[in-house]
Structures are given as C-alpha cells and as structure tokens.
C-alpha cells in the first residue's frame, strides 16, 4: 500500500450558490432530483467513499432547508457559512474544519452541484494527487474549440489537444490553498476553482482524468440528466450487488 493509499481527506463541500443560472424558487442545490434534494445526493455519494474523513458543508447563511435535509450517518459532518462568490464559500469552509486537519494536510473541495461524482474517481484523484502535491479531477475536450470575434463569428478555430474541463473534487493542502485564495482575493481576482487560485502561485496540479458524467447542475436541463445518471449509477450498482 502507498502512503498516498492510506490518506484520508476532510472534503468541503460547497453549497451556499444561489442558482441563478438554474432560477426556481429553491435554490438548485435543494431541487427534488428523484423526490431526493440534491444536496442529499452529494452528501451520500461522498460519504460513501471510505477515503473521505469527514464533510464540512458550506451553506448559505440562515439557509431554511438543511435542517430537514436527509444526513448521512456514520461520517463527521460540521457546516460553515459561505460568502458571496464560491471561493469565499471555500474559504470559509477551510477556516472551519476541524483542528485535528493541520495546515499540510490535504484535503478535498467538491461542488455540491455535482452529485455524479464517482467513489473510484475520488480514490484516484486521492491516490495520484497527493504524491503530485495536489490536483483536480477533469477531462479533456471533445469538441472542436472556436474562439468567437466580437460579433459572434467564428475568430479562429483552436488546437483542442491541450484543453481540458475542471471538474471537482480538488485536492490541496489545507494551507496552501487557504492562502492561494486569500491572495487571490486580496488581488481582485475571482478564482473560479482552485486550481486556478494555486496555479497564481506557481502550484502546477496534476490534471487527474475522471469519468465525463460528472456534471455540474448549472441549468435546469442538467438536473434531467442528472437524474438520469444517478438511475443508471443506481442500477448498475443494484446489478453488481446481486
Ligand atoms: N457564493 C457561492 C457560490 C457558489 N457556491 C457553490 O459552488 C458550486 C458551483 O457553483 P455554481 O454551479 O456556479 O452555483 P451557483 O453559484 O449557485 O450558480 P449561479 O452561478 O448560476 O448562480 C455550487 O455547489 C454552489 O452552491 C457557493 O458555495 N457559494
Ligand atoms: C469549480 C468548477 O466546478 C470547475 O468547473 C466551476 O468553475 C464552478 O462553477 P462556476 O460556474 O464558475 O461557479
């Protein structure tokens, strides 16, 4: 067994958006996805994977719904109170893990938008991230990439070997990446993932290909197929059961 094999990692989970891109009363992250809130979906494929320690769940303040949520039992679970764009949410989150997680420590940051996140793919991300000093779970493009002109015409059309989509979880130490995103704040720049906070600094994390289904619930047609594929996981997994 590797060292990195016997690592476990608290994950913070990101769920203090407002949804706008997907509207509705709820936010997304409480939408019924076969009659199970979303979030509960996360929370459970998380918790299921022996490599995670604990959850810390970053919610939006006096959010109304959590209280009802369907928790799972059995990992340490503790909540944060997230801020205006998602890497305040982040960051609150990892001032409020516990203390026993110290500063070189790694540890994980999910969306709780993306429920299809796969146990294997987490094991992996864990498993080639760590000795490579952090990374993320991503895949690479699979269209051909155009860069519009500025009146939506087609500019060029660009090499698409080198692209990839990021994906959550990320992994990185405690520390290095609550100081990343500081930086980053305090410079005016919204790191839309962590990755990108860390990569202002020189980190270089390791591009960890995972599975293409696990998509972010942004728009309400991504909550149908996200049902769809959280059926099928379900069933396959039914399948190789019996
Ligand atoms: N201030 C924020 C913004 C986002 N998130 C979380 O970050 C994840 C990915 O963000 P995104 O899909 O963009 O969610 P929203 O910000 O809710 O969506 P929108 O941008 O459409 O409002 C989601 O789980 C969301 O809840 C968060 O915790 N805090
Ligand atoms: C972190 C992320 O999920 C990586 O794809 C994504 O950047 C977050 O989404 P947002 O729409 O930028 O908030």
């Known amino acids: 067994m590797t ?47 022996p490599r995670i320690a604990g959850l810390l769940v970053v919610l939006a303040e006096a959010d109304p719904y959590w209280p009802d949520l369907d928790k799972p039992a059995g990992t340490p679970l503790r909540t944060a109170t997230g801020g205006t764009a998602r890497a305040d949410s982040v960051l609150a989150g990892l001032a409020a893990l516990p203390d026993s997680v110290r500063s070189d ?3 994980l940051v999910h969306d709780a938008a993306r429920p299809c996140v796969r146990a294997a793919d987490i094991e992996r991300l864990i498993d080639l ?42 992994l990185f130490r405690r520390g290095d990446l ?10 005016g720049i919204e ?23 696990n998509i972010k619930v942004t728009t309400p047609a991504d909550r149908v197929l996200a049902e769809f594929l959280l059926r099928r996981m379900a069933r396959d997994a039914s399948a190789t059961v019996s």
Do not use: H
């Not at 509207?23 to 998380?46: H, N, S």
């Not at 609550?178 to 410079?187: E, G, H, P």
């Open 3 to 49: 060292a990195a094999a016997q690592v476990a990692c608290w994950c913070v989970v990101v769920a203090a958006g407002r949804g706008l891109r997907f509207g509705g009363e709820v936010p997304k992250q409480y939408v019924p996805i076969d009659g199970r809130p979303l979030l509960a979906w996360t929370l459970e494929r998380l918790a299921a994977q």
């Open 105 to 107: 420590d790694f540890v």
């Open 129 to 170: 991230g760590v000795p490579a000093g952090g990374g993320l779970l991503a895949a690479p493009l699979r269209d051909t990439l155009k860069r519009a002109d500025g009146e939506q015409r087609v500019g060029a059309t660009e090499p698409r070997d080198a692209r990839w989509r990021a994906f959550t979880p990320q």
């Open 178 to 187: 609550s100081a990343a995103l500081a930086a980053a704040r305090a410079a």
């Open 191 to 213: 790191a839309t993932d962590e990755a990108m906070a860390m990569e202002r600094l020189g980190f270089r994390p390791l591009l960890v290909e995972g599975a293409d289904d």
